[in-house]
Nanobody, 124 residues
Framework: DVQLQASGGGLVQAGGSLRLSCGASGFTFDNYAIGWVRQAPGKEREGVACISKTDGSTSYRDFAEGRFTISRDNVKNTVYLQMNSLKPEDTAVYYC?????????????????WGQGTLVTVSS
C-alpha cells in the first residue's frame, strides 16, 4: 500500500522551530517530487514548499522563503521541512504529497498521493 506519513507537528511558541518529516512507502520514492501544503482553520489549502525527485531543486512560497527549508533523503524515503522563526499565522495542518513531474509540483490537483497531516500550532 502507498503511504505518506507526516509527523513532527506540535505546539511551539512564536519564534521557535519545528522539523516535520514525511515518510513514504509503497512506491518508488525518488520517482516523485514531494511537496508540503498546509491548511489553516477556515482557509483553503495552500502550497508551502516542494522538492524535486533527485537533483535537489526546491521551490518555496513567499511566506516560507528564508524561514523554511525542505530537504529529502532518498535512502530513507523521507522528506523534511525545517521550519524556523515560526509565527502564529503558520498554525495549520501540514500535509505532504507526491507528484510525478516537477512541472506540476505547484499544482495540487496533479498530486497522486497525499498523507495524513500533522498539526502545527504556534502560540503568540
Amino acid at each position: 500500500d502507498v503511504q505518506l506519513q507526516a509527523s513532527g507537528g506540535g505546539l511551539v511558541q512564536a519564534g521557535g522551530s519545528l522539523r516535520l518529516s514525511c515518510g513514504a512507502s509503497g512506491f518508488t520514492f525518488d520517482n516523485y517530487a514531494i511537496g508540503w501544503v498546509r491548511q489553516a482553520p477556515g482557509k483553503e489549502r495552500e502550497g508551502v514548499a516542494c522538492i524535486s525527485k533527485t537533483d535537489g531543486s526546491t521551490s518555496y512560497r513567499d511566506f516560507a522563503e528564508g524561514r523554511f527549508t525542505i530537504s529529502r533523503d532518498n535512502v530513507k524515503n523521507t522528506v523534511y521541512l525545517q521550519m524556523n522563526s515560526l509565527k502564529p499565522e503558520d498554525t495549520a495542518v501540514y500535509y505532504c504529497g507526491a507528484v510525478g513531474a516537477w512541472r506540476y509540483s505547484k499544482v495540487q490537483e496533479k498530486y497522486l498521493y497525499w498523507g495524513q497531516g500533522t498539526l502545527v500550532t504556534v502560540s503568540s
